[in-house]
């Protein structure tokens, strides 16, 4: 991996994973919250992703907001308003709306 400069600014552990031959890089607080991650991809190259804005819900803190990096620049960024947990879902729920041509 290249250095970590997305992260240069957040106080953390870097912990290098690997999982099947897929390597990355988690970035721990303290406390263990997760502030960024970095992972290879074959369509992007190196992506890093960096968590903010982390609100509890059902006693998990999550992130309601992210930036995503790729290609040596900002690549996305995402804002949640709201996440819900254990939400059942049906096939209704992924059925084609009425009219649809594939």
Known sequence: ????????DL?????RTEIDDASGVLLLADDGTLLGERYPSSQLGEVTVR??????????LLPFASEVYANGGLAMRT???????????????????????L
């Open 51 to 60: 968590y903010d804005d982390l609100h509890d819900v059902g006693g998990v």
């Open 79 to 101: 804002e949640t308003h709201e996440i819900q947990l254990d939400v059942t879902f049906d096939d209704s729920d992924f059925a084609l709306p009425e009219g649809a041509d």
């Open 1 to 8: 991996f290249a250095d970590l400069d997305a992260f240069a």
């Open 11 to 15: 106080d953390g552990v870097a912990v």
